[in-house]
């Protein structure tokens, strides 16, 4: 397969192992929703502890590359450096998806054509699902010197193409005009449909087709019928051909509503006037008393996750900007983690996401980076807190932060075992004063001094510290 060759292409920086520092302040409500302020190479390289195979659809907004410096990030990388920069990312977020997910990535023609050899390097080339071309400006831009520059694209790839579906489009009032029930047929609305098709076989030439009525139905000229003689017997036998009210219009056939697919297989065409463009995404931060200079629209994040997700799946934006993908997906009742590297994370998605929660109930956990549990050459961190260390535990195990210490040593219960974490050996001393549970115990210690037979009878399963902290 031919591959795109830049300077730097394969050298990936190491990258160290941080446990996520929740901040209760900044969070907000119930849930375990997920906002993480940093990085988003260390924070999903942190996230694939337990979310691996999980992500059900990542979007991503990246730094498009267009040699811009906005306010809130800087958009101007070295080529090689941002195809560097993406393709490291998106190693990782192929990790986080699921079996049946799906990355969705909006991009301009800066580097879409680049990105696209490096996604189908990466995704595979047979996973390619789409690129949809999204109307992001309604106006000509006649200072432009070339081209007003009118659109932006989502590349679309799957993980496993066989395995992914995608929805349909919910059908709009207006596609739903068409159909009534003028004869009240129990079976719904209808609408109405010529017996007739606009190529066939020539030996249909003379077709005439009598109805038990007498009503005898030929295609016009240069037409064909769309069904066989048998077939046509078989419709009106279960009251599917119409002769209209009084019963004297041309014969047609009824096309009911729940025989047709629930809604609409999506274009590749998105247009603003269906799912926003940037002067409505600005309004709509500006509504909530922000300003940022590259929102994308609700309405659009909208499309990508009716078509990716159902209610209840989780979805991952790691270039969150002003929130936009978190704010949707809450509404929508999407699972999500979000990742903000800059000072937006709290100036601009907590108040956003504060104000969805006002409304839609539930909640997030905001969370930074924090220390490093082991570094970039996988040295352990020998001077860690012990409530850093029962944060990483913890979260590496449930993909939730640890907002309880009242039981501490112990964690929490998590598929029905308890987790300890011990400053100390793991003797009969130390069992005997740990908080009691009658059940499956899985304790992390740097050591242990208990006999299998202990650890079988009192069914408890040890984990060392730190080798049974490496992924
Ligand atoms: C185009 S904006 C995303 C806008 C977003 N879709 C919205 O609706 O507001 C790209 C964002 O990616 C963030 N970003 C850039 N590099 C990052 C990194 N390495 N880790 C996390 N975020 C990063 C920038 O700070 C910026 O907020």
Not at 50 to 67: A, E, L, S
Not at 177 to 205: E, I
Not at 239 to 267: A, E
Not at 268 to 288: H, I, M, P, S, Y
């Amino acid at each position: 397969m031919p591959e795109l060759i830049w300077d730097g292409k394969g050298v990936e920086q190491p990258v160290p192992v941080r446990a996520l520092d929740f901040d209760a302040a900044l969070s907000c409500g119930d849930g375990d929703n997920l906002i993480v302020r940093g990085d988003n190479l260390a924070a999903m390289t942190s996230l694939l502890r337990f979310y691996r195979g999980r992500v059900k659809c990542i979007y991503i907004d990246p730094p498009y590359n267009t040699g811009a410096a906005f306010e809130h990030y800087n958009d101007n990388f070295e080529h090689d450096l941002w195809l560097s920069m993406m393709s490291q990312r998106l190693k990782l977020m192929k990790q986080l998806l699921s079996d049946d997910g799906s990355i969705w990535i909006s991009i301009d023609d800066d580097e879409a054509h680049y990105l696209k050899v490096i996604c189908d390097e990466i995704f595979g080339r047979n996973n390619f699902v789409g690129n949809a071309v999204w109307h992001k400006k309604g106006t000509r831009s006649n200072d432009a010197r070339w081209f007003s520059d009118n659109h932006d694209f989502i590349l679309v790839y799957a993980l496993d193409k066989e395995r992914f579906h995608m929805n349909l489009l919910p059908r709009t009032e207006g596609s739903l005009k068409n159909y009534s029930n003028p004869d009240n047929d129990p079976r719904g609305v209808w609408q109405s449909l010529p017996l007739q098709a606009k190529s066939g076989s020539a030996s249909t030439a003379n077709f005439v087709h009598v109805f038990s009525n007498g009503v005898k139905w030929s295609p016009p000229p240069g037409r064909f019928p769309a069904f066989s003689h048998e077939s046509l017997d078989a419709l009106e036998r279960d009251n599917r051909i119409w002769f209209g009210k009084k019963g004297t219009n041309v014969p047609r056939y009824k096309k009911f509503l729940s025989d047709v697919k629930d809604g609409f297989v999506p274009t590749t065409l998105w247009f603003r006037d269906e799912v926003g463009d940037n002067q409505e995404a600005k309004r709509e931060v500006k509504a909530l008393g922000l300003v940022f200079d590259t929102p994308k629209p609700e309405r659009l994040i909208e499309r990508v996750l009716t078509l990716a997700t159902n209610a209840g799946d989780l979805v991952m934006d790691c270039f969150l900007g002003s929130g936009t993908t978190a704010a949707v997906a809450h509404k929508l009742n999407r699972r999500y983690i979000g990742v903000e590297i800059g000072e937006h994370a709290t100036t601009h998605v907590v108040p956003r996401l504060r104000q969805v929660v006002g409304t839609h109930g539930g909640g997030f956990k905001f969370c930074r980076l924090g220390e490093e549990i082991f570094d970039a050459a996988g040295n352990f961190n020998h001077a860690l807190t012990f409530e850093t260390l029962a944060q990483f535990i913890w979260f590496g195990l449930t993909g939730q932060v640890l907002v309880d210490e009242n039981e501490f040593p112990m964690l929490g219960i998590c598929d029905g075992a308890a987790v300890y974490l011990l400053d100390d050996l793991l003797t009969r001393e130390t069992f005997a004063k740990l908080p009691t549970y009658n059940g499956r115990k899985i304790v992390y210690a740097a050591a242990c001094r208990l006999s299998d037979r202990f650890l079988r009878d009192n069914e408890i399963e040890f984990r060392h510290v730190p080798n049974d902290l490496r992924t």
